[in-house]
Structure formats: C-alpha cells, structure tokens
T-cell receptor
Framework: QQQVKQSPQSLIVQKGGISIINCAYENTAFDYFPWYQQFPGKGPALLIAIRPDVSEKKEGRFTISFNKSAKQFSLHIMDSQPGDSATYFCAARPGYSTLTFGKGTMLLVSP | GAVVSQHPSWVICKSGTSVKIECRSLDFQATTMFWYRQFPKQSLMLMATSNEGSKATYEQGVEKDKFLINHASLTLSTLTVTSAHPEDSSFYIC????????????FGPGTRLTVT
C-alpha cells in the first residue's frame, strides 16, 4: 500500500514536444506529491509539488495533474528541451512522514 | 533558497577504515534529516531518518552500528560509515525537511563513496 508506481521507465521525446510521466498510488493517506529531477552524479532537485486540494499546478513549463479519485498524478513538461534530459522521480507521503519514491523515468529529449 | 550541502562530494577510502559525510541545510532549519543510498539507475533507498537531538530511526535491513548518524543541530547531520567494505561503495544522498512552510524536502548533491 506504500508503493508509488511510475511509468514509463524511459522516454524519448523530440525537442519542443510534450513529455508526460505518470504515477499511481494506493495509500489514500498520501497528501503531498512532489516531483524531483535528477541529473547524473547529482542529488535530486525538487521540481514541483502538489497537494490533493487542487487538480493542477503549473510552474513554467512544468505542470502536475492530479486525479484524486483515480489515485494518479502526472508530470507534463511542455516544450521539452535537451536540457530537460534527466531522471524524474515522483514521490508521495502521508502528512509529514517519509517520502515514498517511484522507480524513476529516464527522459531523453532529442535535439 | 532551500540549499542543502554535502561534504565531501566524493571520497575514496581503504577497506576497514571509517568515513564521515556531512550534510548541512544552509538557509533553513531542519528538525528532520534523511539519509538515502542510491545504486546506479535505481531509485533512492531510505536508510534512516534523524531528528535533531535524538537517535536516528533506521530502516529495516540497515545496520545502525555500521552507519552511524548524528543530528546535533538544526542545520547539521552526519553519516559515518564504519569499517567500510567494498560493498558499501555507493552514492549517499542526504535530505533535509524545511521546518517552515509546507515541510518540503530538499536534497543534497550527494557523496560518491568508493571503498577499495
């Protein structure tokens, strides 16, 4: 029940396209859903996060869509750029407890 | 804002020796810090949660006598890998949870440990 299932495992998108990464969870106590971006050899960086009281949050080219009834949330990267090539992790936690991470998605944006 | 630093960024040590990794929250206070381990092309594995001024809580399967964690202040936590062995070679990443605001969790840049 603590799992967060992330898909796809890897993704190739053309420059300028939309990258979409999906996550699903079972634990209805989860109430904080962040996305992290990690470049090789670096620590994860908090990209954007959402709480279940809203269905969408947008920051620049990054948007989180949240579907509480389906227990799913997704990251959309608009106008994807080669510099967005990285590994993306979704995560979730109940209250102020520990984060549960997805397995990650390796995104490659081709020039 | 919300910067977490780690030192060293990489370290090579000989088998049987100990190595200490420092994690600092530079511009916020963190009552709670976390230590993760990450293998290549894998997700983050939580090793332990530390709260300032109290003993760390270790995840199942993590040897607390091998991975000593100290969280002596609201901005500093340390991880000491004792009697290191080659199988301890990994990427260690600390994380700090911001006491203020929404309790966002920020990560350090990681420490690459190689045990020879």
């Amino acid at each position: 029940q603590q799992q967060v299932k992330q898909s796809p495992q890897s993704l190739i998108v053309q420059k300028g396209g939309i990258s979409i990464i999906n996550c699903a969870y079972e634990n209805t106590a989860f109430d904080y859903f962040p996305w992290y971006q990690q470049f090789p050899g670096k620590g994860p960086a908090l990209l954007i996060a959402i709480r279940p009281d809203v269905s969408e949050k947008k920051e620049g080219r990054f948007t989180i869509s949240f579907n509480k009834s389906a227990k799913q949330f997704s990251l959309h990267i608009m106008d994807s750029q080669p510099g967005d090539s990285a590994t993306y992790f979704c995560a979730a936690r109940p209250g102020y407890s520990t984060l549960t991470f997805g397995k990650g998605t390796m995104l490659l944006v081709s020039p | 804002g919300a910067v977490v630093s780690q030192h060293p960024s990489w370290v090579i040590c000989k088998s049987g020796t100990s190595v200490k990794i420092e994690c600092r929250s530079l511009d916020f206070q963190a009552t709670t810090m976390f230590w993760y381990r990450q293998f290549p092309k894998q997700s983050l594995m939580l090793m332990a949660t530390s709260n300032e001024g109290s003993k760390a809580t270790y995840e199942q399967g993590v040897e607390k006598d091998k991975f000593l964690i100290n969280h002596a202040s609201l901005t500093l936590s340390t991880l000491t890998v004792t009697s290191a062995h080659p199988e301890d070679s990994s990427f260690y990443i600390c994380s700090a949870r911001d006491n203020g605001g929404g309790y966002e969790q920020y990560f350090g840049p990681g420490t690459r440990l190689t045990v020879t």
